[in-house]
T-cell receptor
Framework: DAGVIQSPRHEVTEMGQEVTLRCKPISGHNSLFWYRQTMMRGLELLIYFNNNVPIDDSGMPEDRFSAKMPNASFSTLKIQPSEPRDSAVYFCASSAGRYTEAFFGQGTRLTVV | DQQVKQNSPSLSVQEGRISILNCDYT??????FLWYKKYPAEGPTFLISISSIKDKNEDGRFTVFLNKSAKHLSLHIVPSQPGDSAVYFC?????????????FGQGTRLTINP
């Protein structure tokens, strides 16, 4: 398996634009997570899905953020409109369930100017 | 509310010596703990885990210790090697039926000096 695949690796956008980050989890994993890494807050959990259903989105910072998982092999994280303070590295991860490790993608570095 | 805390932002250790990374948590419901390692421009990679029913788990040079009464876990690396230089994150998971939620600490940057 190729592991968790995220795209794009880098995204530079202007303030106010819509940004969509994409993730393909490992086949057979039933949990998917979106994290954001910043210097100040480390790795923050934004939202996670179990069997394609959002379980906990309490980490989503504002209504400008939304996430979907239309099927077991694809998820998106959308920011609209984007702001400079959204600049961070966004990670997607997947796991096979309880008491198993989560595998991370290589991340998307988002810069909003 | 930071439920998982790594109070040391950085640690410097001489090659060949023991590296000890610490992590504290506040939620007594956490029942599964993990350590991840992260190199620049890469995603975190899993190192070792421990269930709350154990107090020690060992894998090669890496050993994780769990002290439930103190709500504290630590990662020991012996002997430390230059390739161990990275950011280390601890993570904890509460018991959620059929799912897993990982809460991470802020990370500790470990530097191994030759």
């Amino acid at each position: 398996d190729a592991g968790v695949i995220q795209s794009p690796r880098h995204e530079v956008t202007e303030m106010g634009q819509e940004v969509t980050l994409r993730c393909k989890p490992i086949s057979g994993h039933n949990s998917l997570f979106w994290y954001r890494q910043t210097m100040m807050r480390g790795l923050e959990l934004l939202i996670y899905f179990n069997n394609n259903v959002p379980i906990d989105d309490s980490g989503m910072p504002e209504d400008r953020f939304s996430a979907k998982m239309p099927n077991a092999s694809f998820s998106t994280l959308k920011i609209q409109p984007s702001e400079p303070r959204d600049s961070a590295v966004y990670f997607c991860a997947s796991s096979a369930g309880r008491y198993t490790e989560a595998f991370f993608g290589q991340g998307t570095r988002l810069t909003v100017v | 509310d930071q439920q998982v805390k790594q109070n040391s932002p950085s640690l410097s250790v001489q090659e060949g010596r023991i590296s000890i990374l610490n992590c504290d948590y506040t939620n007594s419901m956490f029942d599964y703990f993990l350590w991840y390692k992260k190199y620049p421009a890469e995603g975190p990679t899993f190192l070792i885990s421990i269930s709350s029913i154990k107090d020690k788990n060992e894998d090669g040079r890496f050993t994780v210790f769990l002290n439930k009464s103190a709500k504290h876990l630590s990662l020991h690396i012996v002997p430390s090697q230059p390739g161990d230089s990275a950011v280390y994150f601890c993570a904890a998971s509460p018991p959620i039926q059929g799912a897993q939620k990982l809460v991470f600490g802020q990370g500790t940057r470990l530097t191994i000096n030759p």
